[in-house]
């Protein structure tokens, strides 16, 4: 069965500072996306980064980047230069199977950055 | 591009009534959208999807004649709770596939449900 951890329920970094939050995927599927998605209090999803199992590279997006581990079957998401609005929950997230509808996300990381 | 509204943002009712939301894609097709319920401090569980014109497919363990989809247009789905109890209280998420290529969900900004 498809299944996506994060262990961290909450973390906390000091403004300017990079951090890394941690995810954990498992599927059988060969082809799969990982995703990351930041929800402030406000409650919208707001996508930060994708990566394709096959991308031979890892995806940058800005200050966020995922460090793409596949055969640990790791996808953490790195923020350089952390801001204040930064503090918000962060899923991790996994579509498989070739079919978008397949998107399941792990519990989430609530990220507090402090000045 | 790829903007996603709901409608309402929130809403409150008595219990045993029965509220819409709406869902929609405003600058592109979606052929697929998708509802999500979130329980306050937990993660989005995936509820149903909908393609235009078709049934909904439901997961596993959601009431499909409580929650009733309907994707009438490439960009209007619609949830509909029925006969609401407090315990349906929740944030309720769309988002919205172009469903031609790629991965990538578009989701709308929520509705948060409280039932009174």
């Known amino acids: 069965a498809q299944k996506i951890t994060q262990t961290q329920p909450g973390m906390f970094v000091q403004e300017k500072e990079a951090v890394t939050l941690d995810c954990t995927y498992d599927?059988?599927?060969?082809?799969?996306?990982l995703f990351w998605y930041k929800q402030p209090s406000s409650g919208e999803m707001i996508f930060l980064i994708y990566?394709?199992?096959?991308?031979?590279q890892n995806a940058t997006e800005g200050r966020y980047s995922l460090n793409f581990q596949k055969a640990r079957k790791s996808a953490n998401l790195v923020i350089s230069a952390s801001q204040l609005g930064d503090s918000a929950m962060y899923f991790c997230?996994?579509?498989?199977?070739?079919?978008?509808?397949?998107?399941?996300f792990g519990k989430g990381t609530k990220l507090s950055v402090k000045p | 591009g790829a903007v996603v509204s709901q409608h309402p943002s929130w809403v409150i009712c008595k219990s045993g009534t029965s509220v819409k939301i709406e869902c929609r894609s405003l600058?592109?097709?979606?052929?697929?959208m998708f509802w999500y319920r979130q329980f306050p401090k937990q993660s989005l569980m995936l509820m149903a999807t909908?393609?235009?014109?078709?049934?909904?497919?439901?997961e596993q363990g959601v009431e499909k004649d409580k929650f009733l989809i309907n994707h009438a247009s490439l960009t209007l789905s619609t949830l509909t709770v029925t006969s609401a109890h407090p315990e349906d209280s929740s944030f309720y998420i769309c988002?919205?596939?172009?469903?031609?290529?790629?991965?990538?969900?578009?989701f709308g900004p929520g509705t948060r449900l409280t039932v009174l």
């Open positions: 988002s919205a596939s172009r469903g031609a290529s790629g991965d990538e969900q578009f």
């Open positions: 599927t059988s599927d060969p082809s799969y996306g």
């Open positions: 990566q394709g199992s096959y991308d031979q």
């Open positions: 997230a996994m579509t498989y199977g070739g079919s978008q509808g397949n998107l399941i």
């Open positions: 600058d592109f097709q979606a052929t697929t």
């Open positions: 909908s393609n235009e014109g078709s049934k909904a497919t439901y």
